[in-house]
């Protein structure tokens, strides 16, 4: 981690911030976050597993061959598609472009009620690191196996369906609009 913050800052991340957790404090699926502080401000800092995008690329190289002996297909038939996957993931480790996105769908969806995205900073992120409002909460299977107020988990199911919904509904609309033939989904 404190490598990564060199390589990408050209510093470790206690010369970024006043304080920074060591170990991670919750994982992330190609990543680790951090709990961070600047003040009274504090940080949710996801940091990208070292190697993830290099790993994906040699683990479609050995997939590949094992695909095409199940599927019976030629390289040439499956490499369009080989070719899309290996795009979406390398996609999945920019997280430059994933800071973009959700800095978009949080705008987005300012008026969808029961939502709160964090604020994002995007003087503490680059392509490998992700800084954003640290948000207490709990996640949302522990919720649902413990809260037993019915009025709570009814709200929270609601809100969740209302952002489906807004997702589907409104976000994708617009995306077809803006740009007919293709989805910008995120």
Same mark, same amino acid.
């Given at each position: 981690? %404190? ?16 304080? &920074? ?11 680790? $976050? ?11 800092? +996801? %940091? ?13 190289? %050995? $997939? ?20 899309? %996957? ?39 992120? =680059? ?15 522990? &919720? ?7 009025? +709570?988990? =009814? ?10 919904? &807004? ?20």
């Amino acid at each position: 981690m %404190v490598r990564t913050f060199q390589r990408e800052f050209g510093k470790g991340p206690l010369e970024i911030f006043e304080t &920074f957790t060591q170990s991670a404090v919750h994982g992330a699926s190609i990543g680790q $976050v951090h709990r961070a502080t600047i003040g009274d401000q504090v940080f949710a800092v +996801k %940091v990208q597993y070292p190697g993830v995008a290099d790993s994906l690329s040699s683990d479609l190289a %050995v $997939v590949k061959p094992v695909a095409l002996q199940i599927l019976g297909l030629s390289g040439a038939e499956i490499e369009p598609y080989f070719a899309e %996957v290996k795009k979406r993931l390398l996609e999945e480790t920019d997280y430059r472009l994933e800071l973009e996105k959700s800095m978009a769908l949080s705008e987005q969806t300012k008026g969808v009620s029961g939502i709160r995205f964090p604020k994002y900073y995007p003087e503490y992120s =680059n392509s490998r690191v992700i800084t954003m409002d640290w948000i207490e909460g709990r996640q949302l299977d522990k &919720f649902a196996m413990r809260e037993t107020d019915q009025d +709570k988990r =009814n709200a929270v199911g609601q809100a969740v369906w209302d952002f489906y919904h &807004f997702q589907i509904h409104e976000l994708l609309a617009i995306s077809r609009r803006s740009a007919p033939g293709e989805f910008s989904g995120g």
